[in-house]
Every structure is written in structure tokens, then in C-alpha cells.
């Protein structure tokens, strides 16, 4: 045992201070009989979240998303890569193709 009355430590740490003897023990009755708000407002957290989350850019849009082989998403990357634009624009183009051979309009 070491003189903390803690396992004894060995390697590096052995000569060290223990880090969990700087931090002062939470007393969970204290935290207990707080309410929610007081909690909060000591921890320093906004009282209100953001009502919009994510990119603006994306508020109006949905993401689609689906399971492919990794030589697919090595292939898809490589092509945007070729044609100096992104993944996003390559399934765009993709999807408007598609939905135009179905007789719908390009809207993607």
C-alpha cells in the first residue's frame, strides 16, 4: 500500500502525487438539494439552447443516406477527386438523372 492508503503504484507514477487528491470530493447530498437551475448557472451552461441546430444551409434539407462496398466509396471519392467537386454534387447529379429517366422532375 501506499502512504495514501491507495494501491501502490509502479512505473512512471510511482514518485507522483495522486491528481484525485487535488480534486475535492462531491458531496452528493449538496448536489441533491439544489435545484436543477442553481446546478446549472454554478456549471457556467447556457439557460437556453439554440433553437436551430446544424448548418444553416442544410435547415430545409433531409439527408439520404445508404450502404455500399468500400471499392464503391473509394470509386465515388476518386471521381469527385477527377472532376474537382464533391461526393454531395456526384449523388446529386445522380439523383436528378435518375429522377428524370423516371419521368419526375430534377429537383435534388
Request: hydrophobic share 35%; with cysteine.
Amino acid at each position: 500500500m501506499s502512504r495514501a492508503g491507495g494501491p501502490e503504484r509502479k512505473g512512471p507514477a510511482a514518485g507522483r502525487p495522486s491528481l484525485f487528491r487535488s480534486v475535492a470530493p462531491i458531496r452528493t447530498e449538496e448536489v441533491a438539494a439544489k435545484p436543477a437551475s442553481d446546478i446549472e448557472e454554478a456549471a457556467g451552461a447556457p439557460k437556453k439552447r439554440a433553437a436551430v441546430r446544424g448548418r444553416q444551409d442544410r435547415s430545409d434539407k433531409r439527408q439520404i443516406a445508404g450502404f455500399f462496398s468500400p471499392e464503391c466509396a473509394k470509386q465515388m471519392r476518386m471521381l469527385a477527386a477527377e472532376q474537382d467537386t464533391t461526393v454531395q454534387e456526384l449523388i446529386r447529379d445522380g439523383l436528378n438523372l435518375m429522377f428524370q429517366k423516371h419521368g419526375k422532375p430534377p429537383i435534388a
